[in-house]
């Protein structure tokens, strides 16, 4: 079993910073990805950035490129999203996942097979 847990979210002004983690505990698994997905209000969850644990290389959504950073910390079994340059449509419930067998889709909800709870982020104008 597989628990992941979400902090770190909060209200920001655009043009500030948040930094999200994710803590996973239970099973590890020698080829997997952790993503952070998002989700607004009366749409579609969406993917935000990816990392493969093995390796660290990193996958962004256009949306976010060049503003947020996904990193790991190996020894924590944790990952963090740091949002910086935060925008009013950054606003939504953000989910960590786990892709357990990592074969390419980490922008797919459906490749990952656990989820965190997630946490909201709601930046001000």
């Known amino acids: 079993q597989v628990q992941l847990v979400e902090s770190g979210g909060g209200l920001a002004q655009a043009g500030g910073s948040l930094r999200l983690s994710c803590g996973v505990s239970?099973?590890?698994?020698?080829?997997?990805?952790m993503g952070w997905f998002r989700q607004a209000p009366g749409k579609e969850r969406e993917f935000v950035a990816a990392i493969r644990w093995s390796g660290g290389t990193t996958y962004y959504a256009d949306s976010v490129k060049g503003r947020f950073t996904i990193s790991r910390d190996n020894a924590k079994n944790t990952v963090y999203l740091q949002m910086n340059s935060l925008k009013p449509e950054d606003t939504a419930v953000y989910y960590c996942?786990?892709?357990?067998?990592?074969?390419?889709?980490?922008?797919?909800?459906?490749?990952?097979?656990?989820w965190g709870q997630g946490t909201q982020v709601t930046v001000s104008s």
């Open positions: 996942a786990v892709d357990r067998n990592y074969v390419g889709r980490h922008y797919a909800t459906g490749a990952y097979e656990y």
């Open positions: 239970g099973r590890t698994f020698s080829s997997y990805a």
